[in-house]
């Protein structure tokens, strides 16, 4: 009984995590793959070869290296899936991919052959309420030196991030976050334009 209690508690999970997982990617270093471009169309083909199906992929997208000074410029796009798994399994299938593709976690926010950053998975607030506003309202100063030991959902800076929320307007409009009650429309449109226009279409 106690198994079977369990089996349908993992299908209803994953019944939840099946559509709107939202992903921002980048790259601004070159991997085995090639240039940035062709680094990042090879993570496509691997998140789908691990069990994610693309719905929607953005336009790449040239954007100025976060924060200013870190390295090249980034190639940025966003992605929107359907994947019948969990979060965590999720996240640990992107940090394969990453390593896969000569990611190293050698510095924070630092240059990267690749990037594939887990941005929301449907209404989902992970691990809960309080520790979401934790991370979300910390100063930038700890930000550049504290990284969290769980996973945390939606990404605490998404609302922040010009070259997140261009490319995610292209792939997921509508969508509503979860805490603020904001569509990614609305958070693009909430930014200063400034930062908006140093997203730049390829």
């Known amino acids: 009984m106690l198994q079977a209690m369990q089996a349908v508690k993992r299908d209803v999970e994953l019944m939840q995590f099946r559509s709107d997982i ?41 954007t100025p290296c976060f ?14 899936l359907r994947w019948n798994s969990t979060p965590g399994d999720i996240i ?20 990267r052959t690749v990037d594939l950053d887990l941005i929301a998975v449907g209404d ?3 691990p809960d309420r309080e520790t979401y506003a934790r991370w979300r309202e910390l ?15 939606p990404h605490p800076r998404m609302h922040e991030r010009a070259f997140v929320l261009v490319p995610l ?14 569509t990614v429309v609305q958070m693009r449109d909430a930014l200063d334009p400034a930062l908006r226009a140093e997203v730049v279409p390829l």
């Open 22 to 62: 939202l992903i921002a990617v980048g790259s601004n270093q070159r991997s085995f793959a090639g240039t940035p471009e062709e680094t990042l169309k090879t993570a496509y083909v691997q998140l789908e070869k691990a069990g994610g199906v693309i719905r929607n992929a953005s336009p790449f997208y040239a």
């Open 67 to 80: 924060p200013a000074g870190a390295g090249p410029d980034y190639v940025n796009a966003a992605l929107s």
């Open 92 to 111: 640990s299938a992107l940090h394969r991919i990453e390593a896969e593709l000569g990611r190293e976690r050698v510095q924070r926010w630092g240059q």
């Open 124 to 126: 989902q607030v992970l």
């Open 139 to 153: 100063p930038l100063a700890q930000q550049m030196k504290e990284t969290p030991d769980q996973l945390i959902l």
């Open 169 to 182: 307007a292209d792939v997921a409009p509508d969508w509503v976050h979860p805490v603020t009650g904001q």
